[in-house]
């Protein structure tokens, strides 16, 4: 009976680990490049951040940079962009991204 409760107890921390993060509307139009683009124009700078561990636990390091750039590319049709890419690398669930205007 005891086991059973502790189980219990746990499902719902353990539930919200599980984060997903979907693609909105317009950003799947947004591509992802390394560096800056030539010839586009800046349009701002994109800060996103997801949870990076769960009780300690570090969550998947891919997937937790997917996620990062998942969200930048659903910020970026706000400021008018449809590129963007990274200033700097994920850092405890966090990254800075450049959104630009290309097309």
Excluded: Y
């Excluded at 719902?12 to 560096?35: I, K, Q």
């Excluded at 891919?62 to 850092?91: Q, S, W």
Aim: proline share 9%.
């Amino acid at each position: 009976m005891r086991r059973a409760a502790l189980i219990l107890a746990a499902v719902p921390t353990l539930l919200t680990a599980c984060t997903f993060v979907h693609l909105a509307p317009g950003a799947s139009a947004v591509r992802v490049v390394e560096s800056p683009p030539a010839g586009c124009i800046k349009r701002g700078e994109i800060e996103v951040e997801v949870t990076h561990n769960v009780a300690f636990i570090e969550r998947n390091p891919l997937r937790v940079r997917d996620e990062l750039e998942t969200l930048a590319r659903n910020e970026a049709p706000g400021l008018g962009a449809d590129t963007i890419h990274p200033l700097t690398p994920p850092t405890a669930g966090q990254q800075r991204f450049a959104a630009w205007r290309c097309r």
